[in-house]
């Protein structure tokens, strides 16, 4: 069955960095684009990121442009988010999930029925 696992989380200080990873099984995950949504406690989901099937192109939202990057290596069967200068602003839970096309819609990425699966989130805290 598809596999969605989150790893990477933890606390860090403001201005740290931290690198989170999500491996895929149970699908071709080179086919799909893949996202990475946010959850502050109390808040909705965020979307945050998006990186298309082979890697070539992506797309941030304004509050991590700058600061993340999205990438995956399709030979692992992973997707990473290097997170750079965290601030209390992202401390959420963390999750990746896989659109059903190559690409993404940048019109759709807040409509979470569009994405395939999800995984089970993985926490950051930044606190000093």
């Known amino acids: 069955q598809v596999q969605l696992v989150e790893s990477g989380g933890g606390l860090v200080q403001p201005g740290g960095s931290l690198r989170l990873s999500c491996a895929a099984s149970?699908?071709?995950?080179?086919?799909?684009?893949m996202s990475w949504v946010r959850q502050a406690p109390g808040k909705g989901l965020e979307w945050g990121s998006a990186?298309?099937?082979?890697?070539?192109?992506?797309s941030y939202a304004d509050s991590v442009k700058g600061r993340f990057t999205i990438s995956r290596d399709n030979a692992k069967n992973t997707l990473y988010l290097q997170m750079n200068s965290l601030n209390p602003e992202d401390p959420a839970v963390y999750y990746c999930a896989n659109w059903a096309t190559p690409g993404w819609d940048p019109r759709a990425t807040t409509r979470w029925s569009r994405y395939d699966y999800w995984g089970q989130g993985t926490q950051v805290t930044v606190s000093s």
């Open positions: 990186i298309n099937s082979g890697g070539g192109s992506t």
């Open positions: 149970g699908f071709t995950f080179s086919s799909y684009a």
